[in-house]
């Protein structure tokens, strides 16, 4: 579901077939001569790219397409590193675009996790994520949001647990991150994202499934840190389907266990 610019939504999907959702077999069968293809594919690539690493030399600029957006450095900054705010979501971004996209990526896992359906949780996360003048209206708007009612239809109680045995999972994973709009007291990023959501459970009827979206944060420099003005969601861009071995119920809940997440900053 959708709250609209200012709100975000918490994806649910049920099963478009009977029998068990964490069987074994594969989203889209594959014949063994396209496997073969595929993997002698990869190995050309390979060879290809460890030759085009060792070659060196030329205009990088001009190889690489001059405007093409390319992937942040890793080496050191200088800047100093952000760091777990009062509720575990970083904190302390640097006054600058970098910070500023930053601050969007760490903020649509925070907006997009199960801890926003708890609602303990969620008054933590809104106070950290959101300017102090908005924190009032979207508390309020996501309680009658994410009310009893809802937190039942994907099954779970009012205070956002899974039934004993199962495990509600929803993590989100940025890919990138492009500013569209930045002055020293405000900035627009898109967050590109891929996430996972539904319930780990043998029983269940909304089991783990992916999705690809885009969220669109307006952040805001405040109280000497970039927080979240107002934000939107939107539908992919989304790749085709692999052939991946879907897990079971177990494997997926042992897997939000013991895998923890990441601070993302440059």
């Given at each position: 579901?959708?709250?609209?610019?200012?709100?975000?939504?918490?994806?649910?999907?049920?099963?478009?077939?009977?029998?068990?959702?964490?069987?074994?077999?594969?989203r889209?069968?594959?014949?063994?001569?396209?496997?073969?293809v595929?993997?002698?594919?990869?190995?050309v690539l390979l060879i290809?790219?460890?030759?085009?690493?060792?070659?060196?030399?030329?205009?990088?600029?001009?190889e690489?397409?001059?405007?093409?957006?390319?992937?942040?450095?890793?080496?050191?900054?200088?800047?100093?590193?952000?760091?777990?705010?009062?509720?575990g979501?970083?904190?302390?971004?640097t006054?600058?675009?970098?910070?500023?996209?930053?601050?969007?990526?760490?903020?649509?896992?925070?907006?997009?996790?199960?801890?926003?359906?708890?609602?303990?949780?969620?008054?933590e996360?809104?106070?950290?994520?959101?300017?102090a003048?908005?924190?009032?209206s979207?508390?309020?708007?996501?309680?009658?949001?994410?009310?009893?009612?809802?937190?039942?239809?994907?099954?779970?109680?009012?205070?956002?647990?899974?039934?004993?045995?199962?495990?509600?999972?929803?993590?989100?994973?940025?890919?990138?991150?492009?500013?569209?709009?930045?002055?020293?007291?405000?900035?627009?990023?898109?967050?590109?994202?891929?996430?996972?959501?539904?319930?780990?459970g043998?029983?269940?009827t909304?089991?783990?499934?992916?999705?690809?979206?885009?969220?669109?944060?307006?952040?805001?420099?405040?109280?000497?840190d970039?927080?979240?003005?107002?934000?939107?969601?939107?539908?992919?861009?989304a790749?085709?389907?692999?052939?991946?071995?879907?897990?079971?119920?177990?494997?997926?809940?042992?897997?939000?266990q013991?895998y923890?997440g990441?601070?993302?900053?440059?």
């Open positions: 579901m959708s709250l609209g610019d200012d709100t975000g939504r918490t994806r649910t999907r049920l099963p478009e077939a009977s029998g068990d959702p964490y069987g074994g077999a594969r889209n069968g594959r014949s063994s001569s396209r496997s073969l595929t993997v002698v594919g990869v190995v290809a790219a460890i030759a085009f690493a060792n070659r060196g030399g030329g205009d990088s600029d001009a690489e397409g001059g405007d093409a957006p390319k992937a942040a450095a890793t080496a050191p900054t200088g800047e100093k590193p952000v760091t777990a705010g009062a509720s979501i970083p904190a302390g971004f006054h600058d675009r970098q910070g500023a996209e930053s601050a969007a990526a760490n903020y649509a896992v925070a907006l997009v996790s199960a801890d926003i359906l708890k609602p303990d949780r969620r008054a996360i809104v106070r950290q994520v959101f300017v003048d908005k924190q009032a979207l508390e309020d708007r996501f309680d009658k949001a994410y009310s009893k009612e809802f937190l039942s239809s994907i099954g779970l109680d009012e205070n956002g647990n899974a039934a004993p045995g199962e495990t509600y999972v929803s993590r989100t994973m940025p890919i990138g991150t492009k500013v569209t709009g930045y002055s020293e007291t405000e900035a627009g990023v898109d967050v590109w994202c891929s996430g996972v959501f539904g319930t780990a043998e029983k269940t909304n089991p783990v499934t992916s999705d690809w979206f885009t969220m669109t944060l307006q952040l805001r420099w405040a109280d000497g970039w927080k979240v003005d107002s934000f939107a969601q939107k539908d992919g861009p790749p085709v389907p692999g052939d991946d071995k879907a897990s079971t119920a177990e494997e997926m809940a042992k897997a939000v013991e923890g990441f601070t993302y900053a440059r």
